[in-house]
């Protein structure tokens, strides 16, 4: 079975241009979350959906950023924007309930480089 | 004040050694805690859960203290496969905190 799939797995860019992350959740998850993970800050929650609808976006750093899910088998988040301090690695994960008590999974991460 | 706290080390042990890693967390309402481990430019991976009772794994033994809202993790027997970063992990309301990681490097 196939985990979090995660695209695309690097990206170098130049600030001021659009960025789309994708992520493919594992089949029959109900919950899904976008991170990112600097060394500075570790792992910081940006947004949670739980049966594609955002139930929680306050972790998302300011309008330059936006996510969507528009089925349960598909995630974006968008960067637009881009700025040099949103380099990160950003990670995809997702649960099998909303329970904050359920395991999460995550996909392989996009190491975001703005240059 | 964080959510979760931990070390960052880096704890540099030799193979065989006994090693610990704590961590804090300031919600006293929290129930559900885990431990991640991170391998170098890899995805967090569960470890192992925290039980109220404490819990043991094989050669990893965690422990919670809910009066001083203090989880550990011990490893004993280390081997070199343990070197990687491990995380402390505390629910919130809906989601999950992440504390940024103990780096442990187990050295031959």
């Known amino acids: 079975d196939a985990g979090v799939i995660q695209s695309p797995r690097h990206e170098v860019t130049e600030m001021g241009q659009e960025v789309t992350l994708r992520c493919k959740p594992i089949?029959?998850?109900?919950?899904l979350f976008w991170y990112r993970q600097t060394m500075m800050r570790g792992l910081e929650l940006l947004i949670y959906?739980?049966?594609?609808?955002?139930?929680?976006d306050s972790g998302m750093p300011e309008d330059r950023f936006s996510a969507k899910m528009p089925n349960a088998s598909f995630s974006t988040l968008k960067i637009q924007p881009s700025e040099p301090r949103d380099s990160a690695v950003y990670f995809c994960?997702?649960?099998?309930?909303?329970?904050?008590?359920?395991?999460?999974?995550f996909g392989p991460g996009t190491r975001l480089t703005v240059l | 004040r964080k959510e979760v706290e931990q070390d960052p080390g880096p704890f540099n042990v030799p193979e065989g050694a006994t090693v610990a890693f704590n961590c804090t967390y300031s919600n006293s309402a929290s129930q559900s805690f885990f431990w991640y481990r991170q391998d170098c430019r890899k995805e967090p991976k569960l470890l192992m859960s925290?039980?109220?009772s404490g819990n043991e794994d094989g050669r990893f033994t965690a422990q919670l203290n809910r009066a001083s809202q203090y989880i550990s993790l011990l490893i004993r027997d280390s081997k070199l496969s343990d070197s990687a970063t491990y995380l402390c992990v505390v629910n919130g309301a809906n989601n999950l905190f992440f504390g940024t990681g103990t780096r442990l490097t187990v050295i031959p």
């Open positions: 994960a997702s649960s099998t309930t909303g329970t904050s008590g359920d395991e999460q999974f």
């Open positions: 089949s029959g998850h109900n919950s």
């Open positions: 959906f739980n049966n594609n609808v955002p139930i929680d």
């Open positions: 925290v039980y109220s």
